[in-house]
């Protein structure tokens, strides 16, 4: 499985996230955010960070899901996340995300066997400046 998981990291790569100035908008008008304050300051909400990345996570999940059925996984139990700004998100700036594969442990417990799975987004601005790391861990039965 850990090869599979590799390869999916692999295949995803460098992908661009947009961070508009309607996205952003919408996302304050939606969560009580007075976006007015953040247009002034030329930043983005923190909050945003999982907005931004979301379509960039789903795209792994449909490459890797497939590879992975071929093993069938029984559950995932998503048990850890980690999120470390690193500078600030400013409005409409590309920024671009990287995942890789921190580890992968084959485990065994009461419930049989599983895999403990660590992997991490890396947002970077278009400067090549690092603004955010998104450490999540999952467990995974098979």
Do not use: W
């Amino acid at each position: 499985m850990g090869r599979l998981l590799v390869e999916a990291f692999e295949e995803i790569g460098t992908q661009e996230l947009s961070a508009g100035k309607d996205s952003v908008k919408k996302f304050c008008e939606l969560t009580g955010h007075d976006f007015s304050i953040y247009l002034e300051k030329n930043l983005i909400p923190q909050g945003y960070l999982m907005t931004l990345i979301a379509p960039f996570v789903e795209e792994f999940f449909k490459i890797a899901g497939p590879r992975l059925m071929s093993k069938p996984i029984k559950g995932i139990i998503h048990t850890f996340s980690k999120v470390e700004y690193l500078a600030p998100f400013r409005l409409d700036q590309m920024y671009y995300g990287k995942m890789k594969l921190k580890s992968i442990e084959e485990k065994k417990g009461k419930m049989g066997e599983y895999f403990s799975v660590d992997f991490e987004v890396l947002v970077s601005s278009d400067r090549g400046e690092d603004v955010a790391s998104d450490i999540h861990k999952f467990f995974m039965k098979t």
